[in-house]
């Protein structure tokens, strides 16, 4: 019967999202679990993977599995998405959310800190995802990856100096298109959402410090931080069938940060 719950329904479905231990990763394994999708949870912090795949087992009566991995490490990706299939079935929904966000002056960043951020960016999304498609390819199954970029995927910024942020974004909005171009002969959709400014581990402290959250404010047309809750809907729309024809495209959640 067509309805409205069924166009964005989840049920039957697997999705694995890492970086589920905090800020916006927890909301899209809430999200995604309230669409009736069964979620393996990744991150290094297992109590609160644990705590979480409790939380959506009991609030959502959906399946859970906390997974806890280095999504840098070749070899925890290879276990990961082994022990996800193993648990819950196959992944069919890959949520590439996992990031790190470091400051500092362009002229003295560090070789290692440009590396490891690229590892977890850029790197981890791309080792994830030929996991996700080569299974989902071998089972002739379609699929739906989405990639976390951020506004600073299209632009940079004079609020904080992170060139290795921008630039890791960037190249994972274009890794976006390419893999979408490459995999959709196999009804596999990639798509990203490019978040604005949300307040989690990963900026709250910069954001508490002087004026910074008045002066990030100002560069926002809705003039507030977006809430995290705020994504869910995005996350959703791009995992579901209502988006069968939506592929290599990026979708900001921004309070029209880019409109301007
Ligand atoms: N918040 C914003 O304003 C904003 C805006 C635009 C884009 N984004 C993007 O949204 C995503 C989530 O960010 P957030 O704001 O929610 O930050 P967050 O609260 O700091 O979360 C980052 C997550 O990544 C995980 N992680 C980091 N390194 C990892 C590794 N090596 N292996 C496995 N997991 C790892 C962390 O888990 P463990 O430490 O437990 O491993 C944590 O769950 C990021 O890609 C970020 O760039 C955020």
Known sequence: MESLSSLFSLKGHVALVTGASSGLGVEFARALALAGADVALVARRADRLERLAAELKERYKVNAAAIPADVTVEAEVDRAVAEANAQLGIIDILVNNAGVAPTGRAENIKREVWDSTFAINVTAPLMLSQRVARALIEHKRPGRIIN???????????????????????????????????????????????????????????????DNRARIESFIPMGRLGRPEELRAAVIYLASDAASYVTGTVIHVDGGYLAW
Not at 156 to 179: F, P
Not at 181 to 206: K, L
């Open 148 to 210: 976390i970029t951020s506004v600073y995927g299209y632009v940079g910024t004079g609020i904080y100096r992170m060139a290795c942020y921008v630039a890791s974004k960037a190249a994972l909005a274009n890794l976006t298109r390419q893999l979408a171009i490459e995999w959709c002969r196999y009804g596999i959709t990639v798509n990203a959402i490019a978040p604005g400014w949300v307040p989690t581990e990963m900026n709250i402290e910069g954001l508490e410090k002087g």
